[in-house]
């Protein structure tokens, strides 16, 4: 148990010595300056005795202790030099990698670490939760220095994507950068229609959500008491989220859910879901109400809409479907929501945009169906 312990450690310790430019510590830079060290001054000590043996008119390849006197001391004083070049050479590049590198890495994530906890100090839990643990991004962390510098470019430079009010990502987040994240899960893990789905597999779709009435709100108590439901409201759909996606104050009272599902979990199920909690957990309290629910209505549509036509649509169009969708729904009564099913592809591409400027009109023309509670 112990050498096969043993021996799993010392394999690990290789694996980071031989991962050059990634080093945990300077045990492992050094390791592998020596190794190299070594092994070039091995070739070079071989061919300087051969060239001495070829001159003085002695066999090269002939056993140590049949070399005449004068071969075997000029081997040994290569040998002992060699080690002596080896242990000098090997510390000088010991010395300048740990003064030019390795101490200024250090101080530099001692820093960034400092930095990153100021940074963080900045987002609530949730929001580094979705920046740290997105679904749509998969990092492949090594626990090196380079892994500390990416949190931190992840953390801060996602700064300026935050909405202060409603503690969710902003608009400009969705344009540039989760649109791009989207567009490439997409077409990775594109199921073509007439495949059968699956458990575990994967399905994006966008949500349109509006609060009902907050102009009222906002009227009846003011700025002040409105933003606090806005900041409730961002608190409730990341609970609803979860780690499924991510919440995008797409602005005023409206935010975009980008969710990533998984079969079975359907659409519908997750849109009554968010519709539910929403009006359980958002509530006027405390302001002359007697406890009155906020209610919102919701649209969604599935990303890709046309499974065989996937890049047909840009994101923005998506985005404008799902908002149809929910104002159909704020049409139909509020605090209910509206869905898109695609049931075939439109023939030209005049029919496809008439379908993406018009929902009823795609609907009539049998290109899609809204779906409802």
Known sequence: MTIAYNLRKLRRFFSGVFAVGKWKSLKEAATFIYIVSTIFLIIVGAFLFSFISYIMGYAIFV????????????????????????????????????????????????????????????????????????????VEKTGTWVDSIDQYINLAGNEKYYDE????????????????????????????????????????????????????????????????????????????????GVVVRNGGEEFLLVVCLKFPESMEEFAEYVRALFEHDVRITGQGSKNRPVTCSIGYTPFPLIPERPTVISVQDYVKLADQAMYLSKTCGRNTWRGIESLRAPYSEEELKKMIDSILYGESSRYIRILCP
């Open 63 to 138: 056993p140590i202790h049949k070399m005449p006197k004068a071969q075997g001391l000029t081997f040994l004083t290569i040998f002992i030099g060699m080690l002596l070049i080896d242990f000098l050479v090997g510390t000088f590049f010991v010395w300048l990698y740990d003064k030019l590198i390795m101490m200024p890495t250090e101080n530099i994530i001692r820093e960034i670490s400092e930095k990153t906890d100021k940074a963080a100090s900045a987002f609530p839990v949730e929001m580094r939760q979705l920046i740290e643990d997105n679904p749509f991004v998969s």
């Open 165 to 244: 009010t409603t503690a969710c990502f902003n608009r400009k987040y969705f344009q540039q950068v989760l649109s791009t994240m989207l567009k490439t899960e997409m077409m990775c893990d594109i199921k073509f229609s007439g495949s059968h789905k699956t458990y575990g597999d994967r399905s994006y779709a966008i949500f349109m959500i509006d609060i009902d009435h907050f102009k009222w709100i906002n009227d009846e108590f003011g700025h002040q008491f409105g933003d606090e439901i806005l900041a409730l409201v961002g608190k409730t759909l990341k609970k609803a989220v979860a780690n499924k």
